[in-house]
C-alpha cells in the first residue's frame, strides 16, 4: 500500500487535487523569511475568505 511507504502521500495528492500544486512549486527557493511572508499572505487570504489560518501539524 502506497500510504505505508509514503506516509504524506495522502497530503501530496490532496494538493494536487486541491489545485494548489502550482502555488507550492512557486515557493520552492524561498528563503525562510520569503516563507514566512509568504505563509502570512496565505493566512491573511484564507481570513478574507472565511477561513481559519492554516495550522500547520509538522515542524
Same mark, same amino acid.
Given at each position: 500500500?502506497? &500510504?505505508? /511507504?509514503? !506516509?504524506?502521500?495522502?497530503?501530496?495528492?490532496?494538493?494536487?487535487?486541491?489545485?494548489?500544486? /502550482?502555488?507550492?512549486? #512557486?515557493?520552492?527557493?524561498? &528563503? !525562510?523569511?520569503?516563507?514566512?511572508?509568504? &505563509?502570512?499572505l496565505?493566512? /491573511?487570504?484564507?481570513?478574507m475568505?472565511?477561513? !481559519?489560518?492554516? /495550522?500547520s501539524? #509538522?515542524?
Amino acid at each position: 500500500m502506497i &500510504s505505508k /511507504q509514503y !506516509p504524506h502521500a495522502d497530503d501530496l495528492l490532496a494538493l494536487k487535487d486541491a489545485g494548489v500544486t /502550482q502555488i507550492a512549486m #512557486r515557493a520552492v527557493g524561498l &528563503s !525562510p523569511r520569503g516563507l514566512r511572508f509568504a &505563509s502570512a499572505l496565505l493566512d /491573511q487570504l484564507r481570513l478574507m475568505e472565511g477561513l !481559519p489560518p492554516k /495550522q500547520s501539524d #509538522r515542524a
